[in-house]
């Protein structure tokens, strides 16, 4: 499989071989020494998620890192009407483009096909078709691919690497927080005035779609709001 990256061909070969270099280079780099890398490396063929959950501290550090990247936004139809808003502001304020990323199917016709609240009945399936497949999809535009996993945020997350190779997409994934503690998040956002998701005020630590997220009791790890009552930890964009 050969892949187009920054105006020459790399085979998933020679992307491994990318990736196993820079993590090794790259495990101790600033995030923000890691952002100028993959900039560098892959032009406008690299872009960043931002959920716009709980804190938008990678979409803000990636626009100061490197002005008028695209961050990549899925709105899966389901999100907190809060979520929405502070995509809108990130757009607005920060400087970078965000890219809205729509799944193939509606809400309304998601359960014409597969029949109401999908979300209780087959989490899996759900975050499947609204999440983790229109990411595959929209990355077929780009080589590499930022993400705000942090290694402090559960079990699930502890091993993430800075760059890997995502052999299941064929890209390059980095993860320029994934050094970063909960304290480190708060103090850029502090330093920086970073936009926050106000639902966060209101017990919401961790922001997904509206049904599958509940408030957070004090004591309480930050993700247990999501997916509450199931075994499920992720929607699959990571994993």
């Known amino acids: 499989m050969t892949i187009t990256t920054g105006g020459s061909a790399r085979t998933a070969?020679?992307?491994?071989?990318?990736?196993?270099?820079?993590?090794?280079?790259?495990?101790?780099?600033p995030a923000e020494e890691v952002l100028r890398w993959a900039a560098a490396t892959f032009g406008e063929r690299f872009a960043v998620t931002g959920s716009m959950g709980a804190d938008t501290v990678l979409s803000h550090l990636a626009g100061r890192v490197v002005p008028g990247i695209t961050v990549l936004f899925i709105d899966t139809g389901y999100h907190f009407a809060e979520t929405i808003g502070t995509r809108d502001a990130v757009d607005a304020v920060y400087d970078v483009?965000?890219?809205?990323?729509?799944?193939?199917?509606?809400?309304t016709q998601q359960d014409e096909a597969y029949g109401p609240r999908l979300y209780e009945r087959d989490p899996d399936r759900c975050c499947a078709m609204r999440k983790v497949d229109p990411l595959n999809a929209v990355l077929g535009d780009y080589d590499a691919w930022g993400s705000g996993v942090r290694r402090d945020e559960g079990p699930s997350r502890a091993g993430t690497p800075v760059v890997a190779f995502d052999a299941k997409r064929g890209k390059i994934k980095v993860s320029p927080l994934a050094r970063w503690t909960q304290d480190d998040v708060d103090r850029y956002a502090q330093e920086h005035g970073t936009l926050v998701n106000p639902l966060v005020w209101d017990d919401y630590p961790s922001i997904g779609c509206e049904p599958c997220t509940r408030r957070v009791a004090p004591g309480e790890d930050a993700r247990a709001g999501r997916w509450a009552g199931l075994a499920k930890t992720e929607c699959g964009i990571h994993l």
């Open 13 to 29: 070969e020679e992307l491994q071989a990318l990736a196993a270099r820079a993590a090794h280079e790259l495990e101790d780099a």
């Open 97 to 107: 483009n965000v890219r809205t990323v729509l799944p193939i199917l509606s809400v």
